[in-house]
């Protein structure tokens, strides 16, 4: 009998997996008859991370008599078969659910915007840390929304895919970091869960450089953060971390006249300009100035979605697993 990490567990493995560790092999096996959840067995077993009451371990089991006499251990039952390649290969002979199979689990049991942001970290190029936040380095993308939605059509009648496919509509791949996902966030959702109604965004967009601008930037091309094609409109997030010193200043000042000199509206983002609502608000007023979109009013309803998805992306005591 193995062990098969699922849900928040699931979520953690693969979130704190970082550039340097590999990625395990997929397994073949497309049914959980195998699987097991006795304190025996999880105790024996060499998993990636210890567990506790607080945080407990999830995992999968195929019949519902198998989740009793366990101590800070969550048993889901799944009965049916699996889609191929839902399950990868641990440590021993013990499994994780797959970066998509996690995301339709993540949505049984997390608020729609909740959802959109795991899906967005799953798409990610980036780690965090095993607090569940925070920035810990760059990696390859886990999965795809792509992926994502080729899992779903193998599921059926299953808990949380309704809410997953929902979310899957305003999942944006290859965001770069935490605050990344917070303007995209706040780009792609709708009004009713705390969007700002802004055109179709791109996370790390390639955008050519002009040959006879290149020798000033010393590259080819650059990556646009959060580029908006329809109107040819950047958004930058300058971290404190990379964008300091003589070197970066310089060339992050360099990429920004290439940019508008090819045509490219740019506008940099600080922490220090999204620190609270307030100015959260107004920075997103001086983008839509900046790329020529109208102002819109919105409603209180509206109003209190951003405030609220403004404060949990913000949020230092939020966890994501």
């Known amino acids: 009998m193995s062990i098969c990490l699922s849900h928040q567990s699931a979520l953690r493995y693969w979130l704190t997996k970082t550039e340097e560790e590999c990625v395990p092999n997929c397994s073949e096996k497309k049914s959980l008859a195998w699987a097991s959840a006795s304190m025996r067995e999880i105790k024996g077993a060499l998993l990636p991370f210890d567990y506790s009451q607080k945080r407990p371990l999830h995992v999968l089991v195929p019949q519902s008599e198998q989740r009793h006499n366990l101590k800070k251990v969550i048993a889901h039952v799944w009965a049916s078969d699996l889609p191929s390649g839902s399950l990868y290969e641990l440590a021993g002979t013990n499994y994780v659910c797959s970066p998509e199979l996690t995301f339709v689990q993540m949505a049984s049991c997390r608020a729609l915007t909740e959802v959109v942001e795991i899906g967005c970290h799953l798409c990610g190029e980036f780690s965090i840390a095993d607090e569940g936040r925070g920035y810990v380095g760059k990696r390859e993308a886990l999965t795809s929304p792509e992926n994502l939605g080729t899992c779903m059509d193998g599921l059926f ?48 967009q390639r955008i050519d450089v002009d040959e006879h601008l290149r020798p000033l930037v010393g590259a080819s091309h650059f990556k646009g953060d959060l580029y908006l094609p329809s109107v040819r409109g950047n958004v ?27 045509g490219v509206k740019t506008v940099s983002a600080t922490w220090g300009q999204l620190n609270t609502f307030e100015k959260f608000e107004a920075f997103i007023w001086m983008v839509r100035e900046r790329f020529g979109l109208e102002q819109r009013s919105f409603t209180m309803t509206e109003r209190a979605a951003q405030m609220n998805l403004y404060a949990h992306l913000t949020d230092s005591k939020a966890r994501l697993f």
């Open 236 to 262: 930058e997030y300058d971290s404190y971390e990379y964008h300091t010193g003589k070197y970066r200043y310089d060339h992050t000042q360099a990429r920004r006249n290439v940019l508008e000199a090819m």
């Open 157 to 204: 009648r299953v808990r949380g895919i309704v809410r997953a496919r929902e979310a899957l509509r305003y999942v944006v791949p290859c965001t770069a970091s935490p605050m990344e996902v917070l303007l995209v966030l706040a780009f792609a959702l709708p009004p009713n869960c705390g969007g700002w109604v802004m055109p179709e965004v791109v996370a790390n």
